[in-house]
């Protein structure tokens, strides 16, 4: 059954450095998402793609916050300078055109020191 | 604006036990509603969803029916198992946006 993917698993870095989280979504899958989830409070969303533009974005996607479909397979988040508030786990999501259903990936730990 | 509210966790059960973890939702709209659960070290998979007033959602032995006149979502199973231990999310979407919007999920520990 295909699945979302990212990479890494887990990235540490040091705050004030940029960071790129990767996704693969479905390979038919049209509309792509990431959210967030600080530990021990609720799974945010972040911003929704389609089309290769930005469909809809939350107050914490702010400036320092950036995705890009740089081919047609992979789906990327970019942190321009990390914050210690910026430690969560990101997740990828995506779906099929029409009313579906959003498939997530598995999650990458981002721990900013 | 939209929100979902479920039990805090973790909620920790016998093998063979009847299961409930409630959820309430505040919505503008007429939401869709779902489960999704996280297994350890794994992505959120939907386990069940309910698109309108009385539908119920089913899977893996695990229920929830859409009740309008409470705004609840209650997950429900007959007798857990030990392969239930995950982390359960209940969620809404509506039509207007694309977003799903989050509970704060309840760990459950199975115990053999």
């Known amino acids: 059954e295909p699945e979302v993917t990212q990479t890494p698993s887990h990235q540490v870095t040091q705050m004030g450095q940029e960071v790129i989280l990767r996704c693969v979504p479905i390979?038919?899958?049209?509309?792509f998402y990431w959210y967030r989830q600080i530990l021990g409070q609720k799974v945010e969303f972040l911003v929704s793609?389609?089309?290769?533009?930005?469909?809809?974005k939350s107050e914490i996607f702010d400036d320092q916050f950036s995705v890009e479909r740089p081919d047609g397979s992979n789906f990327t988040l970019k942190i321009r300078s990390t914050k210690l508030e910026d430690s969560a786990m990101y997740f990828c999501?995506?779906?099929?055109?029409?009313?579906?259903?959003?498939?997530f990936g598995p999650g990458t730990r981002l721990t900013v020191l | 604006g939209d929100s979902v509210t479920q039990m805090e966790g973790p909620v920790t059960l016998s093998e063979e036990a009847f299961l409930t973890i409630n959820c309430t939702y505040t919505?503008?709209?007429?939401?869709?509603l779902f489960w999704y659960v996280q297994y350890p070290g794994e992505g959120l998979q939907l386990l069940l969803k309910?698109?309108?007033?009385?539908d119920k959602g089913s899977n893996k032995g695990f229920e929830a029916t859409y009740r309008k006149e409470t705004t609840s979502f209650h997950l429900e199973k007959g007798s857990v198992q030990v392969s239930d231990s995950a982390v359960y999310f209940c969620?809404?979407?509506?039509?207007?946006?694309?977003?799903?919007?989050f509970g704060k999920g309840t760990r459950l520990h199975i115990l053999p």
């Open positions: 999501a995506s779906r099929r055109e029409g009313p579906d259903t959003q498939y």
């Open positions: 390979s038919n899958h049209l509309y």
């Open positions: 793609f389609y089309n290769n533009e930005i469909s809809e």
């Open positions: 919505a503008t709209g007429y939401p869709s």
């Open positions: 309910a698109t309108k007033a009385d």
């Open positions: 969620a809404l979407s509506e039509m207007r946006d694309d977003k799903i919007i």
